[in-house]
């Protein structure tokens, strides 16, 4: 089965630095990858997704991520992190080989965003 | 621009009682999905409907039944509710199953006793 590993439950860092959050799967095809947040106290919302176009791929609020097939990781960065962006994000998988497969779900990585 | 209700919002049950949480969406999607959000855990799959008239279970099904009564609603069950089932309930959408974008609701927090 499909799985994502996020290292790191808890992110912090200072308003303007490097965002950068780990997602790691388990597949040996490249599966559909996608990345969503969730502010406090709501549904979950899409960043941004891979479908096996462009490895990189940009999303919304100025967020990227880079599928690297080789590291089987598909990491999610922001070059200057606002207060806004603190939320907790999440990482799924989709195996494209089974055709119906719902979205499996990391765990989750909570950011901080320090002033 | 309404896209996926749930209610209830909140719940409060005591052990053994049973619920409903009711789910619709308007976007005219094939797909809906029940999923349980557990601090540390993620997101859990409960059960999905890939289509109108099929259901499937996910990864924690025990404990629960689902009803997709039409397209546009998907109902989860409880019934018999435990304090495991404490969590937050996550009702969502999609075109496809798999490769398209999920459509959340805003949750109902459900709290056993």
């Known amino acids: 089965a499909q799985s994502v590993t996020q290292l790191g439950s808890h992110v912090s860092v200072s308003e303007g630095a490097l965002v950068l959050l780990r997602c790691n799967y388990s597949?040996?095809?490249?599966?559909?990858l996608f990345w969503y947040v969730q502010y406090p106290n709501q549904g979950l919302q899409l960043l941004l997704k891979y479908t096996s176009a462009a490895t990189l791929v940009k999303g919304i609020n100025g967020f990227e991520a880079e599928f690297k097939k080789s590291e089987t990781s598909f990491h999610l960065t922001k070059p200057s992190a606002h207060m806004s962006d603190a939320a907790e994000y999440f990482c799924a998988v989709s195996d494209r080989r089974s055709g119906n497969t719902p979205l499996v779900f990391g765990k989750g990585t909570r950011l901080s965003v320090i002033a | 621009n309404a896209g996926v209700t749930q209610t209830p919002k909140f719940q409060v049950l005591k052990t053994g009682q049973s619920m409903t949480l009711q789910c619709a969406q308007d976007?005219?999607?094939?797909?809906m999905y029940w999923y349980r959000q557990d601090p540390g855990m993620g997101l859990r799959l409960i059960y999905y409907?890939?289509?109108?008239?099929?259901?499937d279970k996910g990864e924690v099904p025990n404990g629960y039944n689902v009803s997709r009564l039409n397209k546009r609603e998907f109902s989860l069950r409880l019934e018999s509710a435990a304090p495991s089932q404490t969590s937050v309930y996550f009702c969502?959408?999609?075109?496809?199953?798999?490769?398209?974008?999920?459509?959340f609701g805003e949750g109902s927090r459900l709290t056993v006793l």
């Open positions: 409907s890939a289509s109108e008239g099929t259901t």
């Open positions: 976007m005219n999607h094939n797909s």
């Open positions: 969502a959408s999609s075109e496809l199953t798999g490769a398209g974008e999920l459509f």
């Open positions: 597949s040996s095809v490249p599966p559909y």
